[in-house]
């Protein structure tokens, strides 16, 4: 029997560390620039709008972040030869990282089902920025009280 996914999830490993990592460093951006902007903006009892484009920013980041993260798939679709071409790699992996997957596009031979791996790391990501924003969110409502 040929378990063809454990060769798949190896290689996966690639771009999901490199994903990890710069997620890290985006929610680390966000920890910052709440720390700097966020906090004293809070502690000084800013007008309703300035929180509003708190967090905008804060959120601006995050998609930004995600958004980095799926370029570092699709590059690595066209680097590994799984993808012919830049365009069809971002619309492949946007469709994965975010787990909407319609299937227009399919990677061919024992790389089939590869995007699940994407999928995972996406799901896994978008979590870690609902747990970070989830935290700001919090915080802000404690200082109110």
């Given amino acids: 029997m040929q378990f063809e996914y454990f060769q798949q999830i190896l290689v ?3 771009p999901l560390c490199i994903t990890v990592i710069l997620h890290g460093f985006g929610m680390d951006v ?3 620039s709440f720390k700097r902007f966020g906090l004293p903006m809070l502690e000084a009892k800013a ?3 300035a929180r509003s484009a708190l967090m905008v920013g804060i959120v601006a980041i995050m998609l930004v972040t995600h958004f980095a993260e799926v370029i570092v798939w699709a590059a ?3 680097q ?3 993808i ?3 365009r069809e790699a971002m619309f492949y992996s946007m469709e994965y990282y975010t787990t909407l997957a319609v299937n227009v596009h399919s990677l061919s031979g024992h790389w089939t089902g590869f995007g699940g791996f994407e999928a ?3 799901m896994l990501m978008f979590g870690w920025s609902t747990a970070v924003l989830a935290a700001v969110v919090q915080r802000m409502h404690s200082i109110d009280h």
Avoid: D, Q
């Fill in 12 to 14: 996966a490993l690639i």
């Fill in 47 to 49: 007008h309703p709008a």
């Fill in 120 to 122: 995972m790391t996406g």
């Fill in 80 to 82: 590994a030869g799984m």
């Fill in 30 to 32: 966000v920890r910052r």
């Fill in 84 to 86: 012919g071409s830049v």
């Fill in 76 to 78: 690595f679709y066209v």
